[in-house]
Antibody, heavy 119, light 109 residues
Framework: EVQLVESGGGLVQPGGSLRLSCAAS????????MNWVRQAPGKGLEWVSY????????YYADSVKGRFTISRDNAKNSLYLQMNSLRAEDTAVYYC????????????WGQGTLVTVSS | EIVLTQSPATLSLSPGERATLSCRAS??????LAWYQQKPGQAPRLLIYDASNRATGIPARFSGSGSGTDFTLTISSLEPEDFAVYYCQQRSNWPPGYTFGQGTKLEIK
């Protein structure tokens, strides 16, 4: 069974940093592209970042470029999101999602981890 | 940047009725469009990929159609568990990344 479990969310002050993790199981993690997607309270879905299966190709949404860093450790079946210079508008539930293998969609999602940026 | 516009914002229907949700892209996305269902407090669930292919385990009452700029998600006969928010999503090569529509809330009438 495919499972994605996010962790690392919490309350952080504006300007602070947080590192999110996503533990993957039930599939060959190193073969799949991965994404982070977030959802502000009561709002819609916003794509945050993409990483290829090897980690060699990375993309970011303009809203987080220069502040967030996506990475992965295929030996540990884990995906990460380092978030620096956090702002109030970064407050959201952050989901990791598996790319559906060439389908331009995300076929499995974690349950999400809440990040709250507030003083 | 490609913008996805979903309509209507809210759709009020009764169980057993047919639901038709629309997603329009600001420029052609070929058939690279997906649909997701999200219920309160839950992660999104993939329903349709590549415009018309049902994801694993998705009931046959869900169908997708369209190509280019106009896409439709149809639920042939609404079940009580279908009332949720639906999002369309596309993946673009330039600028690289994903875009979601703003969502359609399907509510019980």
């Amino acid at each position: 069974e495919v499972q994605l479990v996010e962790s690392g969310g919490g309350l952080v002050q504006p300007g602070g940093s947080l590192r999110l993790s996503c533990a993957a199981s039930g599939f060959t993690f190193s073969s799949y592209e991965m994404n982070w997607v977030r959802q502000a309270p009561g709002k819609g879905l916003e794509w945050v970042s993409y990483i290829s299966s090897s980690g060699s190709t990375i993309y970011y949404a303009d809203s987080v470029k220069g502040r967030f860093t996506i990475s992965r450790d295929n030996a540990k079946n884990s995906l990460y999101l380092q978030m620096n210079s956090l702002r109030a508008e970064d407050t959201a539930v952050y989901y990791c999602a598996r790319d559906g293998g060439g389908t331009a969609s995300s076929d499995y999602w974690g349950q999400g981890t809440l990040v709250t940026v507030s003083s | 940047e490609i913008v996805l516009t979903q309509s209507p914002a809210t759709l009020s229907l009764s169980p057993g009725e047919r639901a038709t949700l629309s997603c329009r892209a600001s420029q052609s996305v070929s058939s690279y469009l997906a649909w997701y269902q999200q219920k309160p407090g839950q992660a999104p669930r993939l329903l349709i990929y590549d415009a018309s292919n049902r994801a694993t385990g998705i009931p046959a009452r869900f169908s997708g159609s369209g190509s280019g700029t106009d896409f439709t998600l149809t639920i042939s006969s609404l079940e009580p568990e279908d009332f949720a928010v639906y999002y369309c999503q596309q993946r673009s090569n330039w600028p690289p990344g994903y875009t979601f529509g703003q969502g359609t809330k399907l509510e019980i009438k």
